[in-house]
């Protein structure tokens, strides 16, 4: 498993402005993902983000709204912009890892209300 | 039609009940099965993690695959408080350039009463 931390944990946001949430990962990982888990929903992908790539969108998910770094294989970050009521939700991060269990470990998550 | 359907719930039970959650499919290319809980105001923590067909037990929770049916059960034995939660399950064809790309179902949220 990987330990994953984001920041910030919360946050309110008036309504135009953008805001950068970032991942961190306590060992390397190739792949990286950004989810949007919306009040009551299930997580929705918003788009895959690899190291030393462009990230891949989901559809309904553009990069001008929700632009991603990937510096490095321990970090990412996704900004969500010129941001509206409608984008008030939790967005999550997650990487996957390689061995017995492969598959997605998720971050503790930002929760974003938008005044 | 969704892709996975897990019914929302909320699913009440007393404490020390067994607990059945349960999804359907539709994509037969899925292989990897996995349950996540999502405690409130926290992210997916991988409960069990199952491939192909059959059972896997860890400790109150047994998972099952039922690839026939496309059919998966999580069950938690002698339920307690600390399992009241949502429960995801998700699932996967395997790793492609993308990665192992999950679809997830819309989660159950499980209420155990002492």
């Known amino acids: 498993s990987a330990v994953i931390s984001q920041k910030p944990s919360r946050d309110i946001c008036q309504r135009g402005t953008s805001l950068t949430i970032q991942c961190q990962v306590d060992s390397q990982v190739t792949m990286m993902f950004w989810y949007r888990q919306q009040p009551g929903q299930s997580l929705t992908l918003i788009a895959t983000a690899n190291q030393g790539s462009e990230a891949t969108y989901e559809s309904g998910f553009v990069i001008d709204k929700f632009p991603i770094s990937r510096p490095n294989l321990t970090f990412s970050t996704l900004t969500v912009s010129n941001m509206s009521p409608e984008d008030s939700s939790i967005y999550l991060c997650?990487?996957?890892?390689?061995?017995?269990?492969?598959?997605?470990?998720f971050g503790p998550g930002t929760r974003l209300t938008v005044l | 039609q969704k892709e996975v359907e897990q019914d929302p719930g909320p699913l009440s039970v007393p404490e020390g009940a067994i607990v059945s959650l349960n999804c359907t499919y539709s994509?037969?290319?899925?292989?990897?099965f996995m349950w996540y809980r999502q405690y409130s105001r926290k992210g997916p923590e991988l409960l069990m993690y199952t491939y192909s067909s059959g059972n896997k037990e860890d400790g109150r929770f047994t998972a099952q695959v039922d690839k026939s049916s496309k059919y998966i059960s999580l069950f938690i034995r002698d339920s307690q408080p600390s399992d009241s939660a949502t429960y995801l399950c998700a699932m996967s064809g395997g790793f492609n350039n993308a990665g192992n790309m999950l679809t997830f179902g819309g989660g159950t949220r499980l209420m155990v009463k002492p």
């Open positions: 994509n037969s290319a899925f292989q990897y």
């Open positions: 997650s990487v996957e890892t390689s061995g017995a269990t492969d598959t997605q470990y």
